[in-house]
């Protein structure tokens, strides 16, 4: 009986730390130039842009490949479960509209990685991004560097290079 018990013990943190995997909220992408939305949508999840960091206030809103403001563009609209830390869909380039297989998951020190792929993930690219713990305004926009409350602590600016 106390075997059992050890073992129930035991594989409670394992359905607990399973169980917290939740990639909604908002996250500061790897270039620091972006924060995503990820939302549940349609019985999966679903990618937008909710808010670009600019380095001048006069710098305009970045626009799509079509010339439509980027600000609440749909990235990710089909992303479905597969396994307990899995999601895959498609994502869009809004630079120039092509659409790529995408993957998603939660990392051990709780990043969301997602990996965009050509075919197949063997040909793609990963990228890490960090939750994200500020607000962003309708608009969309923000300047760099962002307040240091707002974003992961490792990150002491918006972007590596703020002259840029």
Known sequence: MSRILAVALL???L????ASTDLT???LTRD????MAVASCNGGLCVEIAGVI???PNDPTPTDY???SQCHLRLIADARQIDSNLWKGHILDPRDGRVFGVELHQAPNGDLA????LAIPLFGETQTWTRYNGTVPKDCRLLAPLPPDAKAA????????PTR
């Not at 490792?154 to 290079?161: G, H």
Request: glycine fraction near 12%.
């Open 25 to 27: 909220g908002l996250w």
């Open 32 to 35: 620091h130039d972006g924060i």
């Open 66 to 68: 079509r010339g439509i």
């Open 154 to 161: 490792q990150y002491p600016s918006a972007r590596k290079d």
């Open 54 to 56: 600019l380095d001048h």
């Open 15 to 18: 359905a607990a730390a399973r």
């Open 114 to 117: 997602l990996r965009g792929f």
């Open 11 to 13: 594989l409670v943190p």
